[in-house]
């Protein structure tokens, strides 16, 4: 079992930034990739950004040159450092790592106004 808890979240204005936290906690040996995704109102779920246990990071084309993916594997924590907000990355991003199954923070709400 993985607990995934995310946090930063929060309401801002168009340019501005934000970082986001997802702490892992439980059967953290197995996780290799850390993911991050969101989901706006009424969209599907999105992938944004990855950070593979080898330590590479990959990101959606939206995102790119803005987001930024990081982890510290010594806190089980990955980040999300998010910068030239735009009012359409307004979502609920998730925190996601699949062991033997997929696990899902419960999210955290990105509000950003124009």
């Known amino acids: 079992q993985v607990q995934l808890v995310e946090s930063g979240g929060g309401l801002v204005q168009a340019g501005e930034s934000l970082r986001l936290s997802c702490v892992a906690s439980?059967?953290?040996?197995?996780?290799?990739?850390m993911v991050w995704y969101r989901q706006a109102p009424e969209q599907q779920r999105e992938w944004v950004a990855s950070?593979?246990?080898?330590?590479?990071?990959k990101y959606a084309d939206s995102v790119k040159g803005r987001f930024t993916i990081s982890r510290d594997n010594a806190k089980n924590t990955v980040y999300l450092q998010m910068n030239s907000l735009k009012p359409e990355d307004t979502a609920v991003y998730y925190c996601?790592?699949?062991?033997?199954?997929?696990?899902w923070g419960q999210g955290t709400q990105v509000t950003v106004s124009s």
């Open positions: 996601n790592v699949f062991t033997t199954r997929n696990y």
């Open positions: 439980g059967s953290i040996f197995r996780i290799n990739d």
């Open positions: 950070s593979t246990g080898g330590g590479d990071a």
